[in-house]
């Protein structure tokens, strides 16, 4: 049975950085056992994905360069939310300038935190469906380095077993829409 304790007092609070996407802060704590001690913790706005699934049940990806691990993750397609916007907003327009594909079809499939050790990010998952190609293609920033990639469901799962780098919130993703992937599958006979 859990414990039900006080939550940590808050004695003093640091922001060190203020950046585009997030923020960092130590944060001098004192637990209810009267321990002190300095929590460092990045504050950020959240994050929305889209797990972009083809008429013919093919996963639309991205292969994207990330500086923080000097190479590339394969990933379900993604972005930061912005300020007062809602994150189903956000992955409509990310899925679009990062994959040249529309969704005409949208279902929320959860949210998790992303790294909860230290940063206080959710992520917001989408399955989305009925996707047309665009005419125009993907628009990518000029700060993103994306390759699109379609793979079977079964073809990713194999690539995370075999160690390729895909990124955690894309490997958590496609466990949560599993039940909708099986259910397109055909039937053995």
């Known amino acids: 049975m859990p414990i039900h304790q006080e939550p940590p007092q808050l004695l003093k609070q640091r922001l060190f950085y203020e950046g585009r996407k997030f923020n960092f802060e130590v944060?001098?704590?004192?637990?209810?056992?009267?321990?002190?001690?300095?929590?460092?913790?990045?504050?950020?706005?959240?994050?929305?994905?889209?797990?972009?699934?083809?008429?013919?049940?093919?996963?639309?990806?991205?292969?994207q360069y990330r500086f923080a691990l000097q190479g590339r993750l394969l990933e379900f397609p993604a972005g930061t939310v912005e300020p007062d916007e809602h994150p189903a907003t956000t992955i409509q327009r990310e899925l679009?300038?990062?994959?040249?594909y529309r969704a005409h079809t949208w279902q929320p499939i959860g949210n998790f935190p992303l790294a909860p050790g230290y940063s206080d990010e959710i992520i917001y998952a989408f399955?989305?469906?009925?996707?047309?190609?665009?005419?125009?293609?993907p628009q990518t920033d000029i700060d993103?380095?994306?390759?699109?990639?379609?793979?079977?469901?079964?073809?990713?799962?194999?690539?995370?077993?075999?160690?390729?780098?895909?990124?955690?919130?894309?490997?958590?993703?496609l466990f949560m829409v599993r039940p909708y992937l099986d259910a397109l599958a055909p039937a053995e006979t």
Not at 44 to 63: D, F, K, M, Q, W
Not at 153 to 160: D, G, N, Q, S, V
């Open 27 to 63: 944060n001098r704590l004192r637990l209810p056992n009267k321990a002190e001690g300095d929590w460092e913790c990045i504050r950020h706005p959240g994050g929305a994905l889209a797990v972009p699934v083809t008429p013919s049940g093919e996963l639309v990806l991205v292969r």
């Open 96 to 100: 679009e300038e990062e994959t040249g």
């Open 127 to 137: 399955l989305a469906t009925d996707l047309e190609h665009l005419d125009d293609g």
């Open 144 to 173: 993103e380095d994306i390759e699109v990639i379609l793979m079977t469901p079964e073809a990713l799962t194999k690539a995370i077993l075999s160690g390729e780098a895909v990124d955690a919130k894309s490997i958590a993703s």
